[in-house]
């Protein structure tokens, strides 16, 4: 009976699935709080409730760790977590996504942090496909400077990442490497995801990498010749440096084992030229990282004030209506509504309609009164974040 009882017990532990908690446990004890706290979790599935927690379990001989077993054989689709200090102290940000059909989730909440944090590096990145090297920025949500144990799962690769930010020659890492930085104005791109975060807009794991843009920009960030421009066509070089190099390497470039992003988690995004080469990137299944509807590296793709004017507006004629449609890819056009460019935007938009994307691929947004600037960009910035990083239809 002894046996029986063993093997039942045993059975039941593997029809479960666990969700496993990461947080330094020194916040949760002296002289924090007056005695150590426990962890409780909240859910909307497998048997949680949203109102009460289900206590937490301290992972023995493991620091920083706690976890409880939920039933089923595997974690279910859409399936999100709060985490709550004495089943009080709701964490931060928002609700803790649980990726689907997996035996252990692991979810990494913070409580306290407001700010994040940015830098630029002054490592260059080295591209064999275009044979010249660049420097680039970095953004950190404040999760990872309360939690740095935390792991991304979300990633957003910008062009011209020497405009995110604006740099305080006071501070080491606020320091332009260059004098490339913020020439024509700063998105300020970290109060704005900053405050994303923190309110609850937007998953609290995202890091933004920020690739700067060189004297070639013009050529990298166009995927053809323009005759009337005399330039452009390098634009499927400087996406295989992306996939290629970047992203392969993002341990040594972010630090060991901080993304572990899979590719529907990896986001492309940039203005104007960058607007045209994010949209290029993920709309052309010839293009590097992008071979095909299934290959796409990006799960989304962000064009602001995208220059659809480019080579006769080829992304019109050509691009869009010879590809296939990648229906597990979201594209993202935002403009001003007093560009000059806003109504081959607009064509865009209904021509990937009429293509056989859906309205959950292609979100189109504008910025009243907004011209080509940063200003517009930065206005539109909410909106895309929200798009491509939260559960938002």
């Known amino acids: 009976m002894p046996v029986l009882l063993a093997l039942l017990l045993c059975v039941s ?47 023995a001989d493991t620091a920083d760790t706690w976890t409880v077993s939920l039933p089923g054989d595997l974690s279910p689709e859409g399936m999100s ?176 084992g901080l993304v572990d992003a899979p590719t529907k988690d990896i986001y492309l995004a940039g203005s104007d030229l960058g607007g045209l080469i994010s949209c290029y990137g993920g709309l052309d299944n010839t293009a590097s990282g992008c071979d095909s509807p299934s290959g796409c590296h990006w799960g989304g793709v962000g064009c602001l004030s995208p220059c659809f004017w480019w080579d006769q507006q080829d992304m019109l004629t050509d691009v869009i209506p010879s590809n296939e449609v990648n229906a597990a890819m979201r594209v993202f056009l935002g403009y001003g509504s007093e560009e000059e460019d806003a109504l081959n935007v607009n064509k865009a938009y209904y021509a990937l309609l009429n293509e056989g994307y859906s309205t959950d691929n292609v979100r189109k947004e504008y910025a009243l009164w907004g011209g080509h600037d940063i200003t517009t960009w930065t206005t539109l910035l909410d909106g895309l974040l929200v798009y491509f990083f939260s559960d938002a239809e």
Request: aromatic fraction near 14%.
């Open 81 to 256: 977590v709060d985490i709550y200090i004495g089943d009080g102290y709701r964490h931060r940000g928002y609700p803790l996504p649980v990726d689907a059909w997996v035996q252990e989730a692991v979810v990494y909440p913070f409580w306290n942090t407001v700010v994040g944090e940015w830098y630029y590096s002054y490592n260059t990145l080295h591209s064999p496909q275009l044979e010249n090297s660049r420097y680039y920025s970095v953004y950190l949500s404040p999760l990872f400077l309360e939690n740095p144990l935390a792991v991304s799962k979300h990633l957003l690769v910008m062009h011209d990442g020497n405009d995110l930010f604006s740099p305080d020659p006071t501070v080491s890492h606020h320091t332009c490497p260059d004098d490339s930085c913020a020439l024509f104005g700063s998105w300020d791109l970290d109060s704005d995801i900053d405050n994303a975060i923190v309110n609850g807009r937007i998953y609290s794991d995202l890091i933004v990498l920020g690739l700067f843009s060189t004297d070639e920009r013009e050529d990298e960030y166009t995927y053809s010749f323009d005759v009337s421009e005399g330039c452009g066509g390098d634009g499927d070089k400087y996406l295989s440096f992306i996939s290629d190099t970047v992203l392969p390497n993002l341990d040594n470039i972010l630090g060991d």
């Open 13 to 59: 532990v593997a029809l479960g699935f666990n969700v496993t908690c990461v947080y330094p446990e020194k916040w949760l004890d002296k002289p924090y709080y007056d005695e150590r706290q426990d962890l409780y979790l909240r859910g909307n599935a497998a048997g949680l409730s949203p109102d009460v927690g289900t206590l937490m379990w301290k992972v």
